[in-house]
């Protein structure tokens, strides 16, 4: 029986990370595309807020990448390239893109580790972790509003998909790739668009 995650185009496993820790900018945009449609089984359109800013950051990245192909292999190498040419749309797209994925690592790690709590509370202490202090006062009621949208665990799950025991397994190691990128990311975006 297949999976969310085996109907994944791409997923964060499959990103090619190298020993410098340069992160493979297409196959990276096509598991956060992937990733994307997770919130889709969330199953509230309290979420299509996430949605549409995830899936605009990721518009602005591979608009970069299209139209500067040689210097966008990696992420690190867009985001030098572009910040060098005086630009910086597909930068802040990648920290803001970052920033939800962090969240979204943060939801499914406090969901994953505290099987006794509902989404609705593991997400919402995400949020308070990780993008609340991005947030001005008109945009974190929406974003809440959504938290508190969470269907119950066992409906979300069951949406995973039928064999419980191979969705943890493939959620698990989905969950640690990306949280890998995102250290990176958040390590690299740090020094390189401190002033964004």
């Known amino acids: 029986m297949s999976t969310?995650?085996?109907?994944?185009?791409?997923?964060?496993?499959?990103?090619?990370v190298d020993s410098e820790n340069k992160i493979s900018t297409s196959e990276f945009l096509d598991a956060s595309e992937s990733l994307v449609k997770l919130f889709d089984l969330l199953g509230n359109s309290a979420f299509t807020v996430v949605q549409k800013d995830l899936t605009g950051n990721i518009t602005k990245i591979r608009?970069?990448?299209?139209?500067?192909?040689?210097?966008?292999?990696?992420?690190?190498?867009?985001?030098?390239?572009?910040?060098?040419?005086?630009?910086?749309?597909?930068?802040?797209?990648?920290?803001w893109l970052n920033r939800g994925l962090q969240f979204t690592a943060q939801a499914m790690r406090e969901t994953v580790e505290n099987p006794s709590l509902e989404l609705s509370k593991t997400f919402t202490d995400a949020y308070n972790k990780t993008l609340t202090k991005h947030h001005g006062m008109l945009?974190?009621?929406?974003?809440?509003?959504?938290?508190?949208?969470c269907p119950y665990r066992k409906d979300?799950?069951?949406?995973?998909?039928?064999?419980?025991?191979?969705?943890?397994?493939?959620?698990?190691?989905?969950?640690?790739?990306?949280?890998?990128?995102?250290?990176?990311?958040?390590?690299?975006?740090?020094?390189?668009?401190?002033?964004?």
């Open 139 to 149: 945009i974190r009621p929406v974003f809440k509003l959504a938290m508190k949208a």
């Open 4 to 16: 969310f995650f085996d109907e994944m185009k791409t997923s964060f496993e499959a990103v090619p």
């Open 63 to 95: 608009k970069r990448l299209t139209a500067a192909p040689a210097e966008s292999i990696t992420l690190q190498d867009l985001v030098t390239n572009e910040r060098g040419s005086g630009h910086k749309s597909a930068s802040e797209g990648l920290l």
């Open 156 to 196: 979300f799950f069951a949406k995973l998909g039928a064999d419980q025991t191979k969705v943890n397994a493939q959620l698990k190691a989905w969950l640690e790739a990306l949280e890998k990128i995102v250290a990176i990311l958040l390590d690299f975006l740090g020094v390189a668009c401190k002033d964004l």
